[in-house]
């Protein structure tokens, strides 16, 4: 009797770890991983067929070229490359940044820079659960996505509705996946909607297009871009020069979401991550 019911024993736990086994996610055949560790979208690229090269992915850059460290300069010259990542394969211009930039200080200068022009007219899917990019052919059934326009000028930018400080503002914003922040304001939104700032917690900034300047923190209520997300940061705002914008929402938004950017027809579709059953 007892060796009975170690057998049954036994086999509900092989069972138990055969139901565990089957539920394992597995990324799409067709889709790019891309490594998240610091909150920025790396994807895997080579120039010219020859050279493996880490892609930052910024949705918040509008210029179509790739953007390299000077240490490359020498290899490569100032000619157009070709620039390859998953199947989509362009011929670009090359513009040199300082190896000082913080792009390379956070990635390593084997590190090519791109925004969002690289996959136009592409509706791409984003997983932030399941870490990988991959084309779609249409942005149809997305059950449970709501849809948000995007405004492409200058920038993509969409409309968002900040709660803080008892105050309801409305601001377009940019969607910058090279900003590992959650939600960040210029300046002038300050003096535009009256806000109060504690200008004792101040922090020194470093970005990729706007060097670095000085922050302010403001604890708010929630950010509402398709759906409302409660602050788990301080809100920044950026002590910058006037600027034609109002501000960035980044991956720590974004990446509360299963992402689809419609780069045909410019939307954006946001659906919650659903936590997955251990």
Known sequence: MYKYLNLVFCALILFSCGNKTSSVFSIPPDAIPFDYSLRNIILNGS?????????????????????????????LGEDKQFLQIGDIKKEMDVFYLKRENSIFQRRGTNTAYIGWRFFADNILEISFQHKYIRKLKEATELNGY??????????????????????????????????????????????KHSILIDSTQTEKVNTAQIGSYETFFVDGDSVKAGYAVPFQYHLRFF????????????????????????????????????????
């Open 146 to 191: 709501k849809c948000i326009k995007i405004d492409t000028v200058p920038f993509l930018r969409i409309p968002v509705e900040i709660y803080l400080q008892e105050k309801m503002i409305k601001e377009d914003v940019i969607i910058d996946t090279g900003n590992d922040g959650f939600l960040d304001l210029f300046y002038n939104t300050i003096k």
């Open 239 to 278: 002590k910058a020069p006037e600027c034609p914008f109002s501000g960035l929402i980044g991956t720590a938004f974004l990446d509360k979401f299963d992402v689809v950017l419609d780069l045909k027809d410019f939307y954006l579709y946001l659906k919650p991550i659903e936590k997955e059953e251990k």
């Open 47 to 75: 120039i010219n067929d020859t050279l493996p090269i880490n892609v930052f992915f910024d949705t918040g850059a509008s210029f179509s070229a790739i953007g390299l460290c000077d240490s490359l300069k020498d290899l």
